[in-house]
Structures are given as C-alpha cells and as structure tokens.
C-alpha cells in the first residue's frame, strides 16, 4: 500500500459544482495531515491543517477518519479559480518529515 | 513574517556540470529545511531535510548533495549533473522542534538538464 494515496484526476466540473477529494495514508501511528494546492508549475501552498474533528475554512471543509486512515476535502460552490492540483500530506511519524500524495487535478469550467 | 527565498528560478544545465541552488528562510530562528524534487507529471520526493546546522538526512541515494552551512541556508550541490536530474526543486522550511507543523515552500527551481 502506498504511504499516501489519492483520488486518480482530473477532476472535471462546472462552476458552482462541489466536489469531493479522498485520500488514504498507511501509516496508522500519523499524527499531521494537511491539504496543499498547486497551481501549473508554481510551488505548494497550504490549503489548511486537517483536524480530528472535522475542520471548515469558508467554501472548504477537511475531514479525518482515524480508524479508516481516510482524509478528505470537500469543496463547496466551486470556482474558476479553483481550478489547480490538490495535494493530500501526511506526516511521516516519528519524523520531522510530511510525505505528499501525487495529487488531483481538479479543472472548473464556466 | 517569514519568508523563504530560492534560486535561481530556472536553470538549464549540460550533463555533467556542476549544480548549486541556494535557500534562504528569514524571519524564524532553527527551522527545519527541505529539499524537494517534482519530476514532470510525478508527485513530490523529498531529497534531503536538515534538523540544526550541519545535520542532513538523506532520504534518496543519488549524486545530489545538500549542505547547511548557516542555520537559515540550506544548499543542494551536484558535481556532475544527469539527464533524470532535471525538475522542478523546491526548498521549504517548517518549524524547527514542531513535529507535525506544515511545510513552507520557496517558489523552486526548475532545472533542465541537456
């Protein structure tokens, strides 16, 4: 099983659609988990943290099923302009280091 | 704030000549600092992290070296660079004794090498 895996992209939708990235880590003792977007040939950025509880950050919504090594992003009333790669982590346990999924693509049109 | 600069922006490099590309975060003291590659339509690979001046971990055997001479520089070297070294490298720094705490990304490197 691979350390971080995610939903196999592109993602293709229409704006204002919401739609749903999944993402299964190995790990089980991993304690951090993060979602990152990127943009076509620019660096990662932090999207948000992924909290035990269920986290929201307006249009967007992390989740964390422990028990199911499971983590998701939901995204709500999508725009143009979220149109990019989005990146499921996981920290690498006992470690300073965060393993990255290979990513999904998600492409809004108008 | 903190701020992590990178360069240069792109490079292209014959095989078999040497690499440096440069890192710098301010703004924070003891960070943690990585390397990442991002080969063309492939996930991201961490090459090597840093914990304190002069402590490298090598995560991927390879002609690339990477060296940390001041606690907020952090530099990755080749003698002799190879067609599968060009990428997309990104530097990224994280808070230094935080396990857990998210990566912060320079704008990286895109290197070809020919």
Not at chain 2, 12 to 40: D, F, I, K, M
Not at chain 2, 46 to 54: A, Q, T
């Amino acid at each position: 099983r691979k350390e971080v895996e995610q939903d196999p992209g592109p993602f293709n939708v229409p704006e204002g659609a919401t739609v749903a990235f999944n993402c299964t880590y190995s790990n089980s003792a991993s304690q951090s988990f993060f979602w990152y977007r990127q943009d076509c040939r620019k660096e990662p950025k932090l999207l948000m943290s992924v909290y035990s509880s269920g986290n929201e950050d307006g249009r967007f919504t992390a989740q964390l099923n422990r028990a199911s090594q499971y983590i998701s992003l939901l995204i709500r009333d999508s725009k143009l302009s979220d149109s990019a790669t989005y990146l499921c982590v996981v920290e690498h346990s006992g470690y300073s280091t965060l393993t990255f999924g290979k990513g999904t693509m998600l492409l809004v049109s108008p | 704030s903190q701020t992590i600069h990178q360069w240069p922006a792109t490079l292209v490099q014959p095989v078999g000549s040497p690499l440096s590309l440069e890192c710098t975060v301010e703004g924070t003291s003891n960070p943690n600092l990585y390397w990442y590659r991002q080969a063309a339509g492939r996930g991201l690979q961490l090459l090597f992290y840093s914990v304190g001046i002069g402590q490298i971990s090598s995560e991927v055997p390879q002609n690339l070296s990477a060296s940390r001479p001041q606690d907020r520089q952090f530099i990755l070297s080749s003698k002799k660079l190879l067609l599968s070294d060009s990428g997309f490298y990104l530097c990224a720094w994280s808070v230094g004794q935080g396990q857990g705490s998210p990566l912060h990304f320079g704008n990286g490197t895109r290197l070809t090498v020919t």
